[in-house]
């Protein structure tokens, strides 16, 4: 028997976790906010990722983090769950830094990202 299966993540921000999705070209929608399992199961979320088999991907928010929360058994992304939650994690991180260089005064000079999908950012701040 299949069920929705909740993971738990470190993603607390939801303007990132969306800016997150998107660079990774990831579609996604919170209107309805419904995660559609087997036998038309169905759970809330609050960012749902919908997939072609109509069983939903979503993200819900369980008062400290974002869980992930999907039927993993009709898991059909081109990335494993765990790769999908790695590249989500980093890209995330990314943002995040980004975002608190950002209200730091810190702007970035420099970005390379290195075969294994390691990426080196150099921030730099101007003082007048």
Same mark, same amino acid.
């Given at each position: 028997?299949?069920?929705?299966?909740?993971?738990?993540?470190?993603?607390?921000?939801?303007?990132?976790?969306?800016?997150?999705?998107?660079?990774?070209?990831?579609?996604?929608?919170? %209107?309805?906010?419904?995660?559609?399992? $087997?036998?038309?199961?169905?759970?809330? *979320? #609050?960012?749902?990722?919908?997939?072609?088999? /109509?069983?939903?991907?979503?993200?819900?928010?369980?008062?400290?983090?974002?869980?992930?929360?999907?039927?993993?058994?009709?898991?059909?992304?081109?990335?494993?769950?765990?790769?999908?939650?790695? %590249?989500?994690?980093?890209?995330?991180? $990314?943002?995040?830094?980004?975002?608190? *260089? #950002?209200?730091?005064?810190?702007?970035?000079? /420099?970005?390379?990202?290195?075969?294994?999908?390691?990426?080196?950012?150099?921030?730099?701040?101007?003082?007048?």
């Amino acid at each position: 028997m299949s069920h929705f299966s909740k993971i738990k993540t470190a993603l607390k921000d939801l303007d990132l976790l969306k800016q997150s999705l998107n660079d990774l070209a990831i579609k996604w929608y919170v %209107k309805d906010n419904i995660v559609k399992g $087997y036998k038309d199961q169905i759970t809330f *979320a #609050n960012i749902v990722i919908p997939q072609n088999n /109509n069983y939903d991907i979503g993200f819900v928010w369980n008062g400290v983090e974002y869980q992930l929360v999907a039927d993993l058994q009709f898991w059909q992304q081109p990335w494993s769950v765990e790769f999908f939650l790695n %590249k989500l994690t980093q890209r995330y991180a $990314y943002n995040s830094i980004l975002k608190m *260089a #950002n209200d730091t005064g810190f702007h970035p000079v /420099n970005e390379t990202v290195k075969e294994n999908g390691l990426i080196k950012l150099t921030l730099q701040r101007w003082r007048p």
